[in-house]
């Protein structure tokens, strides 16, 4: 699996959009990018995924550049409750291998 | 669909005791995941199970841990003579199967080891 690189912190105002960076420079063509978010002891919780198109659903949006080598999750008016950690983890779809492997993550921080 | 459901929420044990977690996935999804996540970390992999079958274990998953999930539907956790390092948060997460890495999780029992 393609490794991820993230800021380990951000910091957001409240009703500001948040944008969470990921690299992935080395993530193969049948790759998918997905997120995952992380409340306080609470297990992770699925946002969104996308291979090469923007995505967008009611929780959020993906931005995917177009040579895939990185991406943006963007959370259009961030809450107190989005504080959390954001997890970009890239994977091939398939029925071989089902772990997802999460790296650190970023600890998003919204401030009033 | 009333989410994954995990048990107990905490559990505090002395060192050498054996404890046993559970899982109850959502009821559709045939595939069941145990993770391991320490305090700051992402969460690790530990093992898989499609059904009844397990399928991977990752090489965190020691002999002192065992796995199962006997009728392909709820799954427990053993740790045998646990030890201070056990101490983590263990997670359940079950999916569809079809290939989809969209994982629902579970809220994860607490281990405390003392």
């Known amino acids: 699996d393609a490794k991820t690189t993230q800021p380990p912190s951000m910091d957001c105002a409240e009703g500001r959009a948040a944008n969470l960076p990921c690299n992935h420079s080395?993530?193969?063509?049948?790759?998918?990018v997905y997120w995952y978010r992380q409340i306080h002891s609470q297990g992770p919780q699925y946002i969104i995924h996308?291979?090469?198109n923007n995505e967008t659903n009611e929780m959020a949006s993906l931005i995917i550049t177009e040579d895939r080598k990185s991406s943006t999750l963007i959370l259009p008016h961030a809450t107190l409750r989005d504080t959390a950690v954001f997890y970009c983890?890239?994977?091939?779809?398939?029925?071989?291998?089902?772990?997802?492997?999460f790296g650190g993550g970023t600890r998003l921080m919204v401030k009033p | 669909d009333t989410g994954v459901s995990q048990d107990p929420r905490h559990k505090i044990t002395k060192r050498g005791q054996n404890v046993t977690f559970r899982c109850d996935p959502i009821?559709?999804?045939?595939?069941l995941y145990w993770y391991r996540q320490t305090l700051g970390q992402g969460p690790e992999f530990l093992t898989y199970?499609?059904?009844?079958?397990?399928?991977?274990k990752s090489r965190l998953l020691s002999d002192r841990f065992s796995a199962e999930r006997p009728k392909g539907s709820f799954s427990t956790l053993e740790i045998q003579r646990t030890e201070q390092g056990d101490s983590a948060m263990y997670l359940c997460?079950?999916?569809?199967?079809?290939?989809?890495?969209?994982?629902?999780f579970g809220s994860g029992t607490q281990l405390s080891v003392l």
């Open positions: 996308g291979l090469k």
């Open positions: 080395t993530i193969s063509g049948n790759e998918y």
């Open positions: 009821s559709e999804h045939n595939r």
């Open positions: 997460a079950s999916s569809a199967g079809t290939g989809t890495r969209k994982l629902f």
């Open positions: 199970f499609q059904n009844e079958a397990q399928l991977e």
């Open positions: 983890i890239v994977r091939v779809n398939n029925n071989a291998g089902n772990m997802l492997t």
